[in-house]
C-alpha cells in the first residue's frame, strides 16, 4: 500500500494507549504518525483536513470478519469487504480461514493478503486453519502460515472438538506468539439447532442450541488454556455463563481474550420471532439476562474486544424456510454507529473505552501494529462524528451483501473518514 | 391476479397461535353446516366453483392431503396437487421460486405442508393467494388442531374449563403446537405428559402444565390427546426403546379403567398400536379417533369457504347450492 503524509487538524484526539482524550493535531508522514501536538504545520504537498468538531481514534480493528474469498464471492470479496470495513470505520480487518479452499497453507494465507493489499482500503490480516481443511484432525502448517503472514490460528465456524487437538493447538503457537481463536460450541448439544434454545424456541417449533452448549466448550478451552499456557481467543461470547467463566479464568491468570458482537450486545431471541433470518447467526442471539451479561462482561473489560463477525450472505440464502437460511450477518458498516448510539449513548462505555475494545485491545490481542497513535505507529486513524444522525440503508452497503437485522434503525454517531497508512480510503 | 377479498380469518391461516376465541369459535360453527355434506349421496356444492387451490406437499402426507383434497372437490374447486417427489422442488428449485411460479398461474389458494418451522408464514408473507398451513416443521398443523377441538366439543360440549392433556412426543410435534395454542384460547387448562427429552424446554412459559407419569395425567384429564410416537425418535435416543415406551407411557385400558373415569381418547394418526397407544383403547369406546377423521374434511371446508370470502352466517344457505 503506497505510504501517505497528511495532516488532521483540530480534532479530539482519543487515544486510550497514551491515556490521551484532548485536542491535537495529528501529523502522519510517508504513512506513519509523526507528531500529535498543537499548531502543526504540513509537509509540502501533504493533504491538510479539518476535523474540528470531530473525534480521531487510532484506526479501528475488526479481529473477526468472513471475506468469503476464495469460493463464495458472490457474497463478498476481498476487495468489497476490505471497502465494506474502511465505510464502516476500521482500518484493519482479520479474516477468517473458512474458506473454499479453507485457508491452511501458507500460499494461501499470502494470497489473502496479496488481494488485501490490491484492495487498497482497510488492512486485511489473514488467518490460518488450526486444522487441515477444518477437518478437526491434523494441525495445518501453523508456523509456515505465521511466516506468510498469518496473525491467529482457528478453525471459526467449525468448533475443535477433540480437546487432544486443542491442546496440541495451544501447545505449539506458544512458540509463535499468536492466539489460537475458537469458536466455543459443543456440536453434541447444539446438534440441528438453528436459533436459542429457550421458550421462543418451543413456541416457534425450531430446534435450539442451549446455552450449555456454548459454555461446556469454553469451560474446555479455558481449561486446556490453563495447563498448557497457551493464549486461547474465544469468539463472539453470547452466555452469561460464558462471561463469568471468563472473568474467573482472567482472575486465575489464564491468558484468554475474548470478543463481544454487536448483535449479542443489542438484540435478543425475540429478534427472531417470525422467523427472520436476517437475525439468524451462530451463537444464536439469546435471551436478556444473557444481553445483558455480555453488555458488562464489555464493561468490565472481561470481553476484550468488539468484533463484528461480519457474515455476508447472498440475499436468495436468506430467502429461505427459517431452518434452511444459513447463520450469520454483516457487520463492518453498523458496527461504529450500533456502538456509539447503544453503548456509548447509554453511558455503558465511555468514548475512550470503546476505542480501546476496538482498536488499543485488538491489536494487542492479535499482536497487530496499530491500535496507537504513539509517534512511529502505522498511520491509521478513523475520524468520528459523535453527533451525525443516520438510518441504516443496507442497499447503500459498500458490502456485496445485505444481511442484516439493523436495517432501518436510526443511529447517530458514524465514521465520516477513514485513514490507512497516511492515505484516505474512505470519506463520507 | 385474483386477490383474496377479506374474511373473519385474514388472508392465511398459518397457525392458530394468534387466532382469538372467536375466531377459532367461527371456524368450528362455520364447519358444522358443512358437516352434513359428506353424508349426501351427492357430495358437492358449488360453493367455490372456479376456485383454483394448489395442494403443495413437500413431506409425505396421506391421511391430511386426502382430506383437504376432499374438501376442496366437495366444495367443487379446481384443484392440483404437487407432492416433493418428481416435481422440481426435488430439482433444487427455491420455496420462493416454487411459490413465485404457481403464482404465475394465477392460483386462488395453496394448502402446503413443508419441513420446515415458518414455511408457510414464509409463503404467505410472499403472495397473495390465500396460504393454508397443513404442517410446518414441529411449528402448527392448525387444521388438525381445529378438527381436535371440533371433536372435542361435539362430545364434551364447550371447551372452557376442559382439562386436556397431550401425550407423547411434544417436542417434535406440530399437532401439539396447535392443539396448546388453540386449547388455551377457549380457555381449556391443558398439560403434556411424556418423556422430558420429548418435551420442549420452558412449556410450563407457556401456561402448560407437565406430568411426568401417564397416570396421573389420567387422573387429571378429561381429554387425552396421544400423539405418534415416531420410529425415528427411538433411532435418535430420545427413549430407550419402544417396548419401554409403551411400558411407562402408554395409553391402555388397564390404566384407563383404573381411573374410573370417562376419558375422551383422541390421535391425530396414523397410529402404532401397542406402541402410544393400545388397539383395545384405539377401538374402545373412549376412542373418537374416526370422530376426528370425519370431523377433518368438515373443518376443512370450513377453513377453505372463509379464506375465500364466504359468510360465517350463510355457511347454512351456501351448503343448499349458494356460492361463497
Not at chain 1, 478437526?136 to 490460528?153: N, S, T
Not at chain 2, 402448560?208 to 395425567?217: C, I, P
Request: charged content about 25%; overall charge negative; proline content about 5%.
Amino acid at each position: 500500500m503506497s505510504a501517505g503524509s497528511m495532516l488532521l487538524k483540530g480534532g479530539r484526539v482519543v487515544d486510550p494507549s497514551q491515556s490521551l482524550d484532548a485536542v491535537r493535531d495529528v501529523l502522519i508522514v510517508d504513512g506513519v504518525v509523526a507528531a500529535l501536538g498543537t499548531d502543526l504545520s504540513a509537509p509540502e504537498g501533504a493533504r491538510v483536513v479539518d476535523v474540528s468538531g470531530k473525534v480521531v481514534t487510532p484506526g479501528l480493528i475488526d479481529v473477526h470478519v468472513h471475506l468469503r474469498e476464495p469460493g463464495q464471492e458472490h457474497k463478498e470479496t476481498i476487495a468489497t469487504g476490505a471497502r465494506a470495513a474502511a465505510a464502516g470505520g476500521f482500518t484493519a480487518v482479520v479474516a477468517m480461514p473458512n474458506t473454499d479452499p479453507v485457508i491452511d497453507s501458507p500460499a494461501l494465507v499470502a494470497y489473502v493478503a496479496a488481494e488485501g493489499a490490491k484492495a487498497g482500503a482497510a488492512r486485511v490480516y489473514p488467518t490460518g486453519a488450526i486444522s487441515l481443511g477444518l477437518a478437526g484432525e491434523r494441525l495445518a502448517p501453523m508456523g509456515e502460515m505465521i511466516e506468510a503472514g498469518a496473525v491467529a490460528i482457528t478453525d471459526d465456524g467449525h468448533p475443535v472438538m477433540d480437546s487432544g487437538l486443542m491442546r496440541l493447538a495451544l501447545e505449539y503457537a506458544r512458540g509463535f506468539g499468536v492466539p489460537i481463536a475458537d469458536h466455543p460450541e459443543d456440536l453434541g448439544l447444539s446438534a440441528g439447532g438453528q436459533m436459542n434454545e429457550g421458550v421462543m424456541s418451543s413456541r416457534m417449533g425450531v430446534r435450539g442450541k442451549p446455552n450449555a452448549s456454548e459454555d461446556v466448550h469454553i469451560v474446555r478451552d479455558l481449561l486446556v488454556a490453563e495447563f498448557t499456557r497457551g493464549h486461547i481467543h474465544l469468539q463472539h461470547v453470547s452466555t452469561r455463563f460464558g462471561v463469568e467463566a471468563i472473568r474467573q479464568a482472567k482472575a486465575r491468570g489464564v491468558h484468554v481474550t475474548a470478543e463481544a458482537s454487536p448483535h449479542h450486545l443489542l438484540l435478543t431471541d425475540e429478534a427472531v420471532e417470525g422467523y427472520r433470518t436476517e437475525a439468524k447467526m451462530n451463537p444464536p442471539l439469546r435471551t436478556e439476562a444473557d444481553r445483558a451479561a455480555v453488555m458488562e462482561g464489555l464493561r468490565d473489560g472481561t470481553l476484550d474486544v468488539i468484533a463484528t463477525d461480519h457474515a455476508p450472505h447472498h440475499y436468495d440464502e436468506k430467502e429461505q424456510a427459517f431452518d434452511d437460511a444459513p447463520n450469520g450477518i454483516v457487520g463492518l458498516e453498523t458496527a461504529v454507529g450500533l456502538i456509539l448510539t447503544h453503548v456509548v449513548g447509554k453511558g455503558v462505555l465511555d468514548l475512550p473505552t470503546m476505542v480501546e475494545r476496538m482498536s488499543t485491545q485488538p491489536a494487542r490481542a492479535f499482536g497487530l501494529p496499530g491500535g496507537t497513535l504513539a509517534d512511529g505507529a502505522p498511520g491509521d486513524v478513523t475520524v468520528l462524528d459523535l453527533d451525525a444522525s443516520w438510518t441504516v440503508d443496507p442497499d447503500a452497503f459498500e458490502s456485496r451483501s445485505r444481511n442484516t437485522p439493523f436495517g432501518g434503525w436510526e443511529l447517530t454517531g458514524r465514521a465520516v473518514m477513514t485513514v490507512v497508512g497516511g492515505r484516505v480510503v474512505y470519506e463520507g | 391476479m385474483s386477490r383474496a377479498v377479506s374474511s373473519p380469518l385474514g388472508k392465511d391461516l398459518v397457525g392458530l397461535e394468534g387466532l382469538s376465541a372467536d375466531q377459532i369459535r367461527t371456524i368450528l360453527d362455520t364447519a358444522e353446516p358443512f358437516k352434513e355434506i359428506s353424508q349426501r349421496r351427492v357430495k358437492k356444492v358449488p360453493v367455490l366453483r372456479g376456485k383454483t387451490i394448489v395442494n403443495l406437499f413437500f413431506e409425505p402426507s396421506t391421511r391430511t392431503r386426502v382430506s383437504f383434497e376432499f374438501a376442496e372437490k366437495r366444495l367443487s374447486a379446481d384443484t392440483v396437487n404437487i407432492s416433493s417427489s418428481g416435481s422440481s422442488v426435488v430439482k433444487g428449485e427455491t420455496l420462493v421460486d416454487t411459490a413465485r411460479n404457481l403464482e404465475a398461474m394465477q392460483i386462488d389458494m395453496v394448502v402446503m405442508r413443508h419441513g420446515s418451522s415458518g414455511a408457510a408464514r414464509f409463503l404467505a408473507e410472499r403472495i397473495p393467494s390465500n396460504v393454508i398451513n397443513a404442517g410446518d416443521g414441529r411449528h402448527e398443523h392448525p387444521t388438525q388442531g381445529l378438527l381436535d377441538l371440533l371433536t372435542i366439543r361435539d362430545h364434551r360440549g364447550p371447551i372452557e374449563g376442559l382439562k386436556v392433556c397431550i401425550v407423547g412426543d411434544v417436542l417434535h410435534s406440530r399437532v401439539a403446537r396447535s392443539n396448546i395454542f388453540g386449547l388455551l384460547a377457549l380457555g381449556a387448562e391443558v398439560a403434556v405428559c411424556g418423556p422430558r427429552t420429548l418435551l420442549p424446554v420452558g412449556i410450563e412459559e407457556m401456561g402448560v402444565g407437565v406430568f411426568a407419569r401417564v397416570e396421573e395425567a389420567m387422573e387429571w384429564a378429561d381429554v387425552l390427546n396421544v400423539l405418534r410416537l415416531q420410529l425415528e425418535r427411538m433411532q435418535g435416543g430420545f427413549v430407550p426403546s419402544l417396548r419401554e415406551y409403551n411400558r411407562i407411557y402408554g395409553v391402555s385400558r388397564a390404566r384407563l379403567d383404573a381411573t374410573g373415569r370417562d376419558l375422551l381418547v383422541l390421535h391425530p394418526g396414523p397410529m402404532n398400536r401397542g406402541v402410544e397407544i393400545d388397539s383395545d383403547v384405539a377401538d374402545g369406546p373412549h376412542s373418537v379417533i374416526l370422530n376426528q377423521v370425519t370431523n377433518g374434511v368438515a373443518v376443512r371446508m370450513a377453513v377453505l369457504y372463509l379464506l375465500a370470502g364466504g359468510a360465517p352466517d350463510k355457511a347454512e344457505a351456501a351448503k343448499q347450492g349458494g356460492e361463497a
